[in-house]
């Protein structure tokens, strides 16, 4: 199911677009404001519908920090102004659609349409499969079920190199010369104290452990 999330502050369009949107069989993501929006930036989102006219801020601010994110998260502006300077700055920004009020809920609906078939590469082709969870390395997180796990970088680090060599046994030596790089001193046993911890993260993500050598990932 794909998640679109919807940035509009006039709450009589926001419900009927959701509605609309919602009979694609899609997930919608309802933001009143920026600031509710900017919770969302964390969130998978395959397509984002922003105004640009917001109650705490400008849409063209979430659009610069949606794209630097990820630059390939498809984004549609939505404007009442109409006039031409809005939809210029938009696309100098990054926006990859522009629609101006007043227009039919199914108009909106094919331009995701369109977005969507037109982008599903690009937006996949840094995601990759592990067991139950979603990793996406553009923007180094990890989700389940479209929410984002609490995943450090450096545990990110280490669910990327085993879920890249699934089922090889994988010494703690080998682990610390890729992860922690060639100049730590510390002890081994570091990386068993990650592991606990992605261990209770991640259930799912099965980290089996092979005594007096180190660890083997089997998804």
């Known amino acids: ?22 009979k694609n069989d899609w997930k919608v993501l ?30 063209f601010e979430l659009l610069k920090e949606i794209k630097a994110i990820n630059e390939n998260t498809p984004v549609i502006l939505i404007s009442a102004r109409g006039e031409s300077i809005d939809r210029v700055i938009g696309f100098e ?31 996949a082709a840094n995601l990759l499969a592990i067991g139950p969870y979603i990793m996406d390395e553009s923007r180094r997180m990890i989700m389940k079920d479209h929410q984002e796990l609490d995943i450090t970088s450096r545990e990110f680090d280490i669910i990327r190199f085993f879920a890249k060599h699934n089922h090889a046994a994988i010494p703690r030596e080998l682990l610390l010369q890729q992860i922690w790089g060639d100049d730590y001193f510390g002890s081994e046993r570091v990386v068993d104290n990650y592991i606990k911890r992605i261990r209770q993260k991640m259930p799912d993500f099965h980290i089996e452990t092979i005594y007096g050598f180190g660890y083997r990932c089997n998804l």
């Open 30 to 59: 309802s933001c009143s404001n920026l600031q509710e929006a900017s919770e969302q930036l964390h969130t998978h989102v395959d397509c984002w519908v922003v105004d640009i006219m917001l109650p705490d801020g400008s849409g």
């Open 93 to 123: 920004i990054g926006c990859d659609d522009y629609i101006t009020k007043p227009f039919l809920p199914a108009e909106l609906v094919l331009r995701i349409k369109k977005i969507l078939q037109t982008k599903p590469q690009t937006a």
């Open 1 to 22: 199911m794909k998640t679109i999330c919807l940035v509009e502050d006039e709450q009589d369009l926001l419900q009927i677009l959701s509605v609309y949107l919602k």
